[in-house]
């Protein structure tokens, strides 16, 4: 067994946080894995200790001091409140890379895909999750979906070298790129660029519905998948549950200096503390800890101890059927009958062998390219004349400075002008795309909206639009 002694960060969490995570150390105190903890408060009682982040400035000291960090599940506020402690420390400490193993443990765990062994590999900073939102208008919000070159690369080329490092033959990459073509296009071009570096390695594309729903329907045919944020977030929930259950799916969550290790689950505040919860998730991501910090055979020896406790039938009440589990029991029961085995291998589940450590990408070098700007799209809160955008568009045509022409106009992506439809509905946003000469500077479009604004048109923002590279870098309206 590893002798050499290290220091983590542990925050209890919330809800039944603290008996998962009170039973996950039992395990490794259990398994000799020689660990120092320093514990950190985060969660629920911090925001309601007025730290709208949901972590004291303290505890970011200790947390950015240790190489991991074990967080129990955390109740996140929904549709309103503080925002996700989950993204904002992922975002914060740079932990590029979500990391979350799918395997089917059949016939010990009901599952209809017993062959079923993938990985999906999700961005963890970008995409929608940056929580970039406004509401503009009476009718309308919108949230920004940011997705970068670098961070495209670093997870990607990360996908690759997982799949080298693990003996992985398929990388699969899931995009939207047929309607997001800029933003997931990117994601899919960066795709085909790193695939060429690993020849030996298998790859493909799939759009994000259908590959969602082959993942569903034969999870089998897939290996490594790699995908943007809120695909990942999905797609990793969907291949859990298949496999068995989403109590049982552990998350790595990679960076550079620190990375955070968690159940994928939640804080199920419904069933806390009852004793009843499945400690398997957080123990899952104990063992990926683990294997980063060096610690191999001790993880060796707590997966299997593990996946022998499956196999004697006994079982936590979420994964327990009659006529497959012998023995329903609680979280400290489970614990105990996986202590109880820890040195022992499951004779029918092929025993675990981790082979690779700490796997880490550095970032890409920034890069550069020549941009233009060519125009503008305005965006208007509007709602006089019965809405009508053939009214709009000759009164923005009149208020114009004579050198920008009104190329079209656009109500939620759609074009109504010129020669829209009437069938088309029509809220008060209304997206006003103007263009001028080549040489278009800031000025000119200072102009622009001092003119607008004098007409009485309220702007509620605009976006440059560009050509970077020689390239247009921006999408045309649907139906332009």
């Avoid at 656009?410 to 829209?420: E, Q």
């Amino acid at each position: 067994m590893t002798t050499s002694r290290d220091v983590i960060t542990v925050a209890h969490g919330d809800g039944i946080g603290p008996e998962v995570m009170e039973a996950t150390l039992r395990v490794l105190e259990a398994a000799r894995a020689n660990l120092e903890y320093e514990v950190v408060e985060v969660g629920e009682k911090v925001f309601e200790q007025g730290h709208s982040s949901g972590i004291a400035p303290e505890s970011w000291d200790i947390i950015r001091r240790n190489p991991v960090f074990l967080k129990a599940p955390i109740t996140t506020p929904q549709g309103g409140g503080f925002k996700s402690l989950n993204v904002t420390i992922r975002k914060s400490l740079n932990l590029y890379a979500n990391v979350r193993p799918s395997k089917s443990y059949a016939p010990y765990v009901a599952s209809e895909h017993p062959g079923m062994n993938l990985v999906i590999i999700r961005e963890n900073e970008e995409d929608l999750y940056a929580g970039i939102e406004h509401q503009q208008t009476s009718e309308v919000t919108q949230v920004l979906k940011l997705v970068t070159r670098p961070g495209s690369e670093r997870i990607i080329r990360y996908a690759f070298e997982y799949a080298e490092a693990y003996g992985r033959r398929k990388v699969t990459c899931m995009s939207k790129d047929n309607i997001m073509k800029i933003t997931d296009g990117l994601f899919h071009r960066v795709f085909d660029e790193v695939a060429a570096e690993y020849p030996d390695i298998q790859s493909d594309h799939q759009i994000i519905d259908i590959g969602a729903a082959r993942l569903a329907a034969q999870p089998e045919a897939l290996d490594v998948v790699v995908t943007l944020n809120l695909y990942g977030d999905i797609l990793s929930d969907i291949a859990s549950q298949i496999a068995g259950s989403v109590g049982l799916a552990g998350s790595a969550n990679i960076g550079e200096t620190v990375s955070m290790f968690e159940a994928v689950h939640g804080s199920a505040p419904d069933i806390a503390g009852r004793g009843v919860a499945n400690p398997s998730g957080l123990l899952w991501a104990a063992t990926q800890m683990l294997v980063h910090i060096g610690k191999g055979d001790v993880a060796e020896s707590i997966k299997n101890a593990w996946l022998a406790t499956l196999e004697s039938g006994i079982h936590t009440g979420d994964i327990y059927r009659e006529g497959l589990s012998e023995k329903r029991v609680g979280t400290a029961g489970f614990v105990d009958a996986v202590i109880d085995r820890l040195g022992e291998k499951p004779q029918h589940l092929r025993p675990v062998h981790y082979r690779a450590g700490n796997l880490s990408v550095p970032a890409p070098k920034p890069s550069r390219q020549e941009k233009q700007l060519v125009g503008v799209d305005v965006f208007l809160d509007w709602t006089e004349d019965g809405r009508d955008p053939d009214s709009l568009g000759q009164g923005l045509e009149q208020a114009a400075p004579d050198d920008w022409s009104l190329k079209m106009i656009t109500n939620r992506g759609v074009k109504v002008y010129p020669d829209g439809i009437p069938e088309t509905y029509r809220t008060d946003h209304w997206r006003c795309r103007f263009t001028t000469g080549d040489d278009v500077r800031f000025t000119d479009v200072l102009r622009l909206l001092g003119q607008l604004n004098e007409s009485g048109y309220e702007v509620i923002k605009t976006e440059h639009l560009y050509t970077i590279g020689g390239q247009a870098a921006y999408s045309l309206g649907q139906g332009e």
